[in-house]
């Protein structure tokens, strides 16, 4: 099959690929890109290891043909942290609350609740299982990573109320 030439933007930086067009998203950040944070594990879109946000929306990338996703913002676990490799609150949290073991599917679940707190800022409990039901974990149990996403939520109302202070 032959390969073909175009630009995707990963992480706001254009990579220019050459690939064949049947090639998995999840593949070329991980083979042509060289970021391996995106992780794959089922190759099927069950487990939610391979998830990135395209448009500012959770994807599984494993089900995405790269060319499929050209022209369109990508996000990878490697943009989350700031330039100074510090650690989003989101992330910071999970580490607090023990909130990963092996750290296989953190990657994936960091970018779901990224992208669904931006979109629900005050979730219930319940509302934040149900937003994880996609990631499969299977060292946690979920119960840290529910503390640290409400952890999180709480940190994001006291800066909210120290800008307001201001």
């Known amino acids: 099959m032959s390969k073909t030439a175009f ?8 990579y220019e690929v050459l690939v064949e067009p049947r090639k ?27 998830t990135v946000l395209i448009e500012g929306k959770p994807q599984r990338s494993c089900l995405v043909f790269a060319i499929q996703a050209r022209g369109q913002s990508i996000r990878t676990i490697e943009d989350v942290a ?3 490799g510090d650690y989003s609150t989101l992330q910071q949290m999970l580490h607090e609350e023990h909130g990963l073991q092996c750290g296989f599917c953190t990657p994936g679940i960091v970018l779901t609740m990224e992208a669904f707190l ?6 219930s409990e319940e509302e934040i299982r149900e937003a994880l039901s996609g990631n499969l974990c299977r060292c946690t ?10 952890k999180t939520i709480l940190r994001g109302h006291e800066e909210d109320k120290e800008i307001a202070s201001l």
């Not at 630009?7 to 254009?14: A, M």
């Open 24 to 50: 998995l998203l999840s593949d070329v950040i991980r083979d042509d890109i060289g970021l391996t944070g995106t992780h794959v594990g089922c190759e099927h879109g069950v487990c939610g290891a391979c």
């Open 82 to 84: 700031d330039e100074n």
């Open 7 to 14: 630009r995707l933007n990963v992480n706001g930086q254009d």
């Open 141 to 150: 149990g979920y119960q840290n990573i529910v503390k640290a996403v409400q």
């Open 118 to 123: 931006k979109s629900n800022p005050d979730p």
